[in-house]
């Protein structure tokens, strides 16, 4: 599929994959691909930055090659590595049949049949449907010398490998490139990016997102649990729910049957929305009902 002309075509594309995005989002992703920059995505966790890229993957129609960071990520998990267990086959057959010229062999077990490769050579690979996207998840989970090896990808979008020479490509993938600001990515990095801070959604924005990924959901408790939520994200918890855990919640009520927001069933379902014990004690009881009755009235006043 072709990129689209514009931004509204770009807010479309994500559309027709259940992605609902703000104009300045779409924005982003439409002079990313237009301008075929890496596209650096921070924010909280859930706030859907990883669900961009599949759904430009599966929108466009092109391949989605994913490199899930980690600390203590390496060259040779993310880029390459050589079989050796192929190479030292390749040497004692060469040492059976007694044909061995040590400097032809030395250049042959280096041979482009030998490279295993890892996400950022696969994303290289000329493809009939066009270039892949590269989902770089989590970039600030790695450790910087990784990162600083990066720079080279995404300036030229080329892979030094030593035994082989560089490898680019005329036709460089679509990059995102995700953190979750555990850590400051390097400037060096960044400018080399287009940058958005994808941030929780309004109610509005929200109640779409819930229409769209839960669409069984009874209207009136959508309603409810998106302002439930949007009331304790204006608390200091120590993890605020994003929007995975809104839609999360959602299917839980659904699956006990909920058609409304009750007290007791918000306590015992806090551990869907909230991750952390203290944040969970903090609101059952006495305070999640006195938000939740906040919530109501607000929506009887709509």
Request: net charge negative.
């Amino acid at each position: 599929m072709e990129m689209p002309p514009s931004v509204a075509d770009t807010l479309a594309l994500l559309e027709r994959g259940n992605y609902v995005a703000d104009e300045s989002l779409g924005t982003s992703v439409f002079l990313s691909l237009k301008l075929q920059r890496p596209l650096f995505l921070e924010g909280e966790a859930g706030v859907g930055k990883t669900e961009i890229a599949k759904v430009l993957a599966e929108s466009l129609g092109r391949r989605l090659i994913r490199l899930q960071c980690y600390e203590g990520l390496d060259v040779s998990s993310a880029v390459y590595e050589w079989n050796y267990a192929r190479q030292m086959i390749e040497i004692r057959i060469a040492e059976a049949t007694g044909d061995i010229d040590r400097d032809e062999l030395g250049e042959d077990i280096f041979a482009r049949r030998f490279l295993i490769e890892r996400p950022l050579l696969q994303a290289l690979e000329p493809r009939p449907e066009g270039p892949p996207v590269l989902l770089i998840d989590e970039l600030d989970r790695t450790d910087e010398p990784f990162e600083a090896f990066l720079l080279e990808v995404l300036s030229d979008f080329q892979i030094t490998i030593p035994e082989l020479g560089t490898i680019s490509t005329d036709e460089p993938p679509i990059v995102v490139i995700t953190s979750n600001r555990t850590r400051e990515i390097h400037d060096a990095l960044k400018r080399r990016c287009f940058y958005h801070w994808v941030d929780y959604p309004d109610a509005a924005r929200e109640l779409e997102i819930l229409r769209r990924k839960a669409p069984g959901a009874n209207e009136e408790l959508s309603r409810q649990v998106v302002g439930f939520v949007q009331k304790i994200r204006g608390m200091d918890l120590f993890k605020l729910p994003g929007i995975a855990e809104t839609i999360d919640w959602t299917h839980a009520l659904m699956q006990l049957d909920a058609l409304v927001l009750d007290p007791e069933t918000v306590d015992n379902t806090l551990g869907i929305l909230l991750k952390y014990q203290d944040d969970i004690a903090r609101l059952q009881g006495s305070e999640a009902q006195r938000i939740l009755e906040e919530v109501k009235a607000e929506l009887a006043a709509q």
